[in-house]
Structures are given as structure tokens and as C-alpha cells.
């Protein structure tokens, strides 16, 4: 038995270290990697056993093309040979481009991984055959936006530095699923005496890790932050000498915004009462160095980019960022040291022809303003189950003059519209450099053991696609290993030792610039409260929007599961999905605990079994996890034919946060 070091390839911030075993051309366990400046050696539950996933029986092994109805229920598949399967598509892109224009061509993909080379394998490729490209927004560009409305290009605050707060605030993250290994700093910091609060819309399995809950009305964070920013300056609490120094427009904000927004408007619009509003910001506000670790799901609603930006607004008035463990931690992404700039080939001029927002995929496919789609190539992503207003999206699949292909590991439920299905490497089966949106640690994982079946990655079959399309540009003739050492040495920020012991497979962290966090990449120098380049200048509280029915719905992150990854494993649970009420508001619906209940708005609905839990708070439905269909609580949909298509407020994000519906008993 032979052990490697890898990275864990998913869409998750922590991008963990791992130590692969293998034997006999199989890998037989994974573990953590101690020597990870930020995973430290251990895994979630997800990954403990990733040979599970890599050697399961359900495996794609070859390529197939569909030779029954397309559609859920459907899948008639027939082995075809990979020559077969690549002509195919090429005649059909040809064909395609000479009768309806290549803008009809569309490539859809996100993070099944989020390997350097292996996620954006298909960019240049379909730029240079003049195809429609999808933006990135299916996850939480407003988040973004928020952050560099205010602190522009800066660095991220180095996630370790949490250790040294006396207060951290895990704001809308359910850490315990989704950034777990934060929690290990969390915890040193409680050993030293630091309190912990989260504020989120119900008790998620972080709830036992904080010392204090703050439940806000789901959409309404800008409100609370908005009016603790009020109390703050109301009551001398915030740190002028800073201010001075580093943040331009905070008299504009005080003067134009927060005199006006008193506690008792936000506490109408948040439901946070006054005085523990008032609590709240106190403690923030005299900590030393309070530190805030800012989730994704308060950005995906159509105020999601202006909550929080008015959260990052914080830290910068109370001059957290000058002292050790204080700030706030958004997303790193905007820091990378290796960039996917080889990969999309960008100082070649080949502009994509149009850009569609993904997250508009079911309007792209059925109702397209402009040239309609009749070829679609997906990858890494399964949009019948994770994309929103999902009765619009199959309704789209389903078109009788669509081509469909498919590169997945798994025959998920985005297979069984596809006219042809390949059958794609896992992470040990292929190599790639992986970056993190959660911390300054990079690291290579190798390919460690013969493709299973016919697999092939993602590289491997874009650059054969580009070949038969006649594109004879020397980027696509490069071998993964090769684009990995031309990756690692484009990287300026990299010096030429560490950039070695990348390339030999060990975790390197970045080395920060000193005084990092006092360097402001915004063009005036300054934190910008006011910020003359954004649409809106200042800050303001801004409602979601809603569907004017009574309840909010939270689909929370399932512990088990990321995204739709992982639902090929097997789980005892025999009711994987559940709803969960507040008896009071069930009581006023006439259900009972464990009826069989339908959720419903104007895009769709859904039958599902509704449980009581005093926890939840009333006006508002709890479930978890984006399941396959056939996991799923209702035969013939799931839970994101009641999410909407609507943008963010900024940077065309998803809103899967933003749905109200009503309830109902469902007729037996
Ligand atoms: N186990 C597991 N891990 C995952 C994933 C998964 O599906 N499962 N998904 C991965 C992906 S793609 C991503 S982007 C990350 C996302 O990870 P997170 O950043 O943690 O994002 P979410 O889990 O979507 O939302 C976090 C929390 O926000 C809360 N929330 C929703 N609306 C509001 C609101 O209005 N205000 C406040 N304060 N809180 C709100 C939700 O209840 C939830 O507990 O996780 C990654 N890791
Ligand atoms: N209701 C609701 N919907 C959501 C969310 C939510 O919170 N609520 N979260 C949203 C978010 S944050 C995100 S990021 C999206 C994610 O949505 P998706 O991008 O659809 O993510 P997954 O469901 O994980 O699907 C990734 C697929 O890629 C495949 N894959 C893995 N590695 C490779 C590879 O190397 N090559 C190929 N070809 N395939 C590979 C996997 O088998 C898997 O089926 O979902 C969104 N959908
Ligand atoms: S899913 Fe996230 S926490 Fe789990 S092993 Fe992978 S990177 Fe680490
Ligand atoms: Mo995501």
C-alpha cells in the first residue's frame, strides 16, 4: 500500500488535505493531512470515505447515447464507443453552427470540481467555437459584490486569524456542514475566553457551538446591521481615530442613512428585538478584535449584495481590522495566487459571442430573448436537481430539438435528458491544482490510480472535442501536467521554492504581505462606506422579495450531502427529507405532526412530510439538502421547483433563499 497527498476536489471552502491510500490500483482509505496549515488533518464526515464514491458500483463506465423519451423515469441507454460518442457531438455542433449560429451551442458547468484545470476545462473551447457562455452565479456573486463594494480587491482575512478574536460571529454559515475546519480556531478561541454568537433564521447543527443565537427574519440582515451601526454611533462606540485614517463616508453614512433607521424600525423589519439588538451591538462593539466569518445563504436573496455589504460596513467602523483575530472573513476567492487565467486563455482574443446568467437556464432553454439554444453541453454540474425553478429548467430539457450531452461520474437526474452521456474521472483518476475559497492553502492532487471504466476528465475530452472541430491552437495539444507547471509558474506571488514543493505535491500556504489587512485595494486607499463607483453609493436597507405567501422557506445544507454531490452513497435514514414547523403555525393550518403536507407557490409544488419542532421560527418552513429526485419527498419533482429564477440585487447571483409558499394537507 502506497499513501499520496491530494486535495479534496469539492465546492467546499475548506479544500482539505487528504492522504490517499492506494493498493492494487484502488484507493482504500482517506484521511486528513496533518501538515495543512488550515485542514490540520482531518475530514468531514462527507470525504471519510471517498473510496465509497470513487469505487461505487453506480460508476459511469462508458459512453452511452439515449434510445428511448427523454425525462425522469426514462433512461433507455445504450453503450456506444467514445469515437462514436465525439463524432457525434461534432457533427451535431457543426450542424448546429451552419443552421441556427453557434450562439446556439450553450455550456453549462459549475464546481463538481474545483480543480484549476478540471472546472474551467471548457471555457476557451467553447468561446472559440463562438458558443453561449454561462456566467458563474449560481452560488454567491452578491456576496462578493457586498465586499468589494466597500474593501475592493483587498486580501481576505487569513481564516486562522479567528484564534486570536475575543468575539466571532458566524453570520448566516452553518459551519458544522459547510466550513467546519473554522471551527477548530473557533474552539481555540473559546479556550481563551472568546465568546461565540451566530445569527442565522433557525437552530442549524452549529447552534451548540456559540454561546449566543440571534434568529433574524430570513431576508432582513441589512436591517440588523443597519441598526447596529445606528446604536454603535449613537452610543460613542465607534472608533473615530480609525475611521479617520482608514474608511471615507462616514459622516455621509451617518447623516443619510443610520439617524433615520433607528432600532425599532430595524427590529420591525428583522424581528431581533431592540434590546437584544442593543446587546448585540455592545459586545461587538467592545470587543478588541471581534472576527466575523460571513456564510453565503443571507446573500441569495434580491437584497443579498446590500446585506452584506451593510455587514462588512462593521468591522470598518469599529476599527476591528487593526488588531489581531479581528475583521471579517467573506470569501478568499478574490485572492487566489493561482489563477484560472491559463485555462480561459485570457490574453487571446476570443470574447465570449453572449453571456447568460446560469442561474436563468430554464428561460435560456424555453423562452430565450434572442438566438434560441438547441445544443447543450453540461459538465460538473447537475442543473435538473441544483438549478432554480426547476419545472421550467426540465420543462426545457425536455425539448424534442434539443441536444443534450452530459459528463458526469453518476447517471444523475440531468443524465436522463441528455442525448449523450460520458462518463467522467474522479479526482484521484486525473490530475489537478486546487485553489480555496476559504483559506490561502494550495496544493496538487495527482492522479493516483487508472481511470475506472472508460472515464475520462474533463480536459481530456474538451481537448479531443477541440481537435475534431478542426481548432488546431497548441493550448489544447498540453497534457494536464503540463498546463499544472505552466499554472504554478505564472503565479508571481509564488516564490520559486514553494512553487516546488507544489509541483512535488505538498499543501503550501501562502506567505501574506505584512500589514495586509490595513491595505485597502479600493481606489480612494479607504475602506469606501461611500462609494461613488456603485450603483448605490451608500448603503441603505433594502427588502427581499418575497412571494407574498405566508411562510419563508429555508433549504438549508444537509450534513450528509454538497449540493447534489454525494447523494450516490447509501444512507439508513429511510426518510431522507423532511419539513419542519413551528406547532403553533401548524396548529393554525390544521396539520399534524407527520402529515403529508404540499408546499406551493406560482412556480411549483411540492409534497413532503411536515414535522413539529418548537426550534423553528414561526413564518417559516425548514428543509435540507438538494436531493436527487429519487431521494426526493415527491415522485415527480424537488425542493427547487419552488425556488425562483429572480437576480440578486447585484452580480446576477441565485436567490434560492428567497421563496415564500403556502401549505397545505395533501389530498391522500
Ligand atoms: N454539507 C454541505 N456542505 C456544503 C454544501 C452542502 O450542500 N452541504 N454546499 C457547499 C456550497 S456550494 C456552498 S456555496 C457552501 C455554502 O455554505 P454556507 O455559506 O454555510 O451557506 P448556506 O448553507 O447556503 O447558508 C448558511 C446559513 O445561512 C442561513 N440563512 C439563510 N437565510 C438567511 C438570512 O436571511 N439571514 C441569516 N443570518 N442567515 C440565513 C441558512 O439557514 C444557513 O444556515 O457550502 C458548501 N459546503
Ligand atoms: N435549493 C437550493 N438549490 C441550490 C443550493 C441551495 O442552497 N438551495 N445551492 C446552490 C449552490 S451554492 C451551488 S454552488 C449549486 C451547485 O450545483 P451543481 O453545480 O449542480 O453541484 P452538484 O449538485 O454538486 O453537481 C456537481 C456534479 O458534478 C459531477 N462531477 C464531479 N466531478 C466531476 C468532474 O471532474 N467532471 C465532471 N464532468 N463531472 C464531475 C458530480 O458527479 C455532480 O453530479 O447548487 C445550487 N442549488
Ligand atoms: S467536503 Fe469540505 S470539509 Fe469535507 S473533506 Fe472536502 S473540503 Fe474538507
Ligand atoms: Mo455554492
Redesign the pocket.
Known sequence: MKEYKSVC???CPDACGLIVSVENNRVVSVRGNRDHAFTRGTLCPKMAHYEQVVHSPLRLQYPMKRIGKKGIGEDQYIRISWDEALDTIVNNFKETISTHGSESILRY?????M?VI??PAADYFFRRIGATDQDRG???PAKQAGFRSIYGDTLAIKPQEAQHSDLIVLWGINATATDVHILHDVNIAKKNGAQVWIIDTHKTYTFNQAHEHIYVKPGSDGALALGMLHIIHRDGLADIDFIKKHVQGYDELVNDVLLDFTPEKASELCGVSVERMIEFAHTYAKAKAPFIRLG??LS?YGNGAMNCRAINALPAVVGAWQYLGGGLLSSASGSKFVGKEVMQQAHVDAPAKRLMPMIKLGEMLTNPSGTAVHSLYV?????A????DQNVVRKGLMRDDLFTV?????F?D?CKYADIV?P????VE?DDIYNSYGHYTIGTGYKLIDPIGESR??WQ?ISELAKRMGLTDEFFKHSERDLIDQIVSASHRISKDDQNLILQGEPVEMTLPENYKLDFKTPSGKIELYNPHDVEPLIRYLPPYGDSAPFWLI???DIR????????LEFDDPELIKLRINPKDAKVYNINDGDEVEIYNNRGSVKIKVYYDEEVQRGTLVTLG?WWQSQSSDPNVA??A??ADRPTDQGWG?T??D?QVHIKKADV
Open positions: 476536489p469539492y465546492d458547468s459549475y464546481a463538481g470540481t480543480g478540471q472546472s449560481i452560488c454567491s453565503s445563504g441569495r459538465f460538473s454540474s447537475n442543473p436537481i441544483t438549478a432554480p452530459v459528463h458526469e461520474r453518476f444523475t440531468t460520458l467522467a474521472t474522479t479526482s486525473h476528465s474533463n475530452v433549504i438549508g445544507n450531502i454538497l449540493d447534489s454531490s454525494f447523494c450516490e438538494v425542493i427547487n419552488l425556488t441565485s434560492f433563499y421563496v
